[in-house]
């Protein structure tokens, strides 16, 4: 079907920048929205940010608008997420995801393994 691989993660001090990528292989014709969620420990997955692979239609959680971006490269077959002004609470392992629906409500198709973020206060 769809792989996913991420990477990008690492450790970081509060108000820094880091930047994940998200490769996809594998059918990716298949691909209509790629995403980003997280899931700090003891906490749900959340949605962070989503992207359609066609028309660039972006969506944000409110708690990453400002800082984070996502953005994609449909020749590379990725999807990348610039976090600035990091902070503390963005600690969390990050999961790239993407989906045949567009800006799906829906869980999502596809997933990768996840990447850790950690921010030091």
């Known amino acids: 079907q769809v792989q996913l691989v991420e990477s990008g993660g690492g450790l970081v001090q509060a108000g820094d920048s880091l930047r994940l990528s998200c490769a996809a292989s594998?059918?990716?014709?298949?691909?209509?929205?790629m995403a980003w969620f997280r899931q700090a420990p003891g906490k749900e997955r959340e949605s962070v940010a989503a992207i359609s692979w066609s028309g660039g239609s972006t969506r944000y959680a409110d708690s990453v608008k400002g800082r984070f971006t996502i953005s994609r490269d449909n020749a590379k077959n990725t999807v990348y997420l610039q976090m600035n002004s990091l902070k503390p609470e963005d600690t969390a392992v990050y999961y790239c995801?993407?989906?045949?629906?567009?800006?799906?409500?829906?869980?999502?198709?596809?997933w990768g393994q996840g990447t850790q973020v950690t921010v030091s206060s």
């Open positions: 995801a993407a989906d045949r629906l567009l800006l799906p409500t829906t869980p999502y198709d596809y």
């Open positions: 594998g059918r990716t014709f298949l691909i209509r929205t």
